[in-house]
Structure formats: C-alpha cells, structure tokens
C-alpha cells in the first residue's frame, strides 16, 4: 500500500477554511482524512468535542507538548493549537491523504520536517481583504478585540503565501474545494 500524502491547508482566519474542507471531503476518491487538531480555546457555538478539535485546558496541552505528542504546535491569538501525531502517520500508513487545517507558523515546522514530495502545501486565499474582514466580521462570535486580533494577523498571514506550493483563491465554496481536489489529485498521481 502507497504511503498517504500530507495535505497542509492553510490561510488567514475567516477565509472559510473549515467549510472548503468539509467540501473537500465529499470527494471520496481523493482518500482523504481530517487530522482532528488540540486546542486550548473554547468550543465556538455548535462545534462538538473530537469532530471541530479535541478541546483541552492549558495544563493538559503543556502535558502532550512535553512527551512529544504534537507533530506541529503554535499560539493563535491567546490560544494554543497543536496536531496530535500519531493518528497522523497512523492513517498515512494506511493510505490515507491526511488534511491539517494549520496556520502558518505551525504548517511552516512541518514543511522542515517533510520532504516537499509527501507534501502538499494549499494556501486559501480570499476574494479580496475587504471580503476577509466582511467574513470576520459577520461570523461575529467573537469580542472586538479579538476580531481586531484576527484581522491584524489575517493581514501578515496573506503575505506568506508564498511559502506554499500552491495558491487558491476561495471565491466560492464548490469551486475553491473543486480547485484543491485537482491539485491533490495530480500530485497524488504524480507520486504514484
Ligand atoms: P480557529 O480558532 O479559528 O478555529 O483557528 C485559528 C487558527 O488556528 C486557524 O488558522 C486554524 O487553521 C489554526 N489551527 C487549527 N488547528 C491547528 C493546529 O493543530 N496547529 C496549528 N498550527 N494551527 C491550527
């Protein structure tokens, strides 16, 4: 059995990541699986504990740092994120094209980890910066302060981009997943 490859899908916050994903999901002949991430932050309304994230205090998070159980960890505005790696080899061993939705700083310590051939690195960008502060804005669970956190961060976040191996605009929803399916494809066949 081939070796699954490591799918990194990044891009500033609200730029609706999570649905590309679930988008992206439906399409079972890409083999997919979501690597479920830790956090310290609260569960947003609607999000379940194991599907979203595995949600954990500060003091469980510093445990699984400390006996190397993350395979990539960051801070995110006052919130600790991490992967949890052994589910992740786990499931490309068994095939699997394993999904980590990450921010940059965390995606930039497994592209130092990986050879650039198990990897394939997306970067969503938005229709434009206004429609990324639009989208922050509406979701609008959180306070002013962290909306002016994210969209500051949002900002240095676009400039990273580069850092990928590949770039896609989320205009909407099917055609940004449809975008990212052909290009998970193509390198998927192209390691074949
Ligand atoms: P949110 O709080 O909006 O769910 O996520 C904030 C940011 O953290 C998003 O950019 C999300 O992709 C990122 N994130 C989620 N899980 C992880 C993780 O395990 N590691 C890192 N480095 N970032 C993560």
């Known amino acids: 059995m081939k070796k699954g490859a490591l799918i990194i899908l990044s891009g500033p916050s609200g730029v609706g990541k999570g649905t590309v994903r679930i988008e992206l ?7 997919l699986w979501f690597s479920v991430s830790m956090t310290t932050r609260s569960p947003r309304p609607g999000e379940q504990d194991g599907r979203e994230y595995f949600f954990v205090t500060n003091d469980e998070f510093e445990k699984n740092l400390k006996e190397d159980n993350l395979l990539e960890h960051a801070e995110f505005v006052a919130n600790k994120y991490g992967t949890p790696r052994s589910k992740v080899e786990e499931m ?10 990450i921010e ?8 130092s ?7 394939c690195t997306i970067f969503i960008l938005p229709p434009s910066i206004e429609e990324l502060e639009r989208r922050i804005r509406g979701r609008s669970t959180e306070s002013e302060e962290v909306i002016a956190g994210r ?42």
């Open 113 to 119: 980890k990986f050879d650039d051939s198990e990897l």
């Open 92 to 101: 490309r061993e068994k095939g699997y094209n394993v999904i980590l939705e």
């Open 151 to 192: 969209l500051a961060k949002a900002r240095g976040e676009m400039d990273l981009a580069k850092n990928y191996q590949y770039s896609v605009r989320n205009v909407t929803v099917s055609q940004c997943a449809d975008d990212i399916a052909k290009i998970i494809l193509n390198k998927v066949n192209a390691n074949a």
């Open 25 to 31: 999901m439906k399409h079972k002949e890409l083999n």
């Open 104 to 111: 940059t700083k965390g995606a930039a310590q497994v592209m």
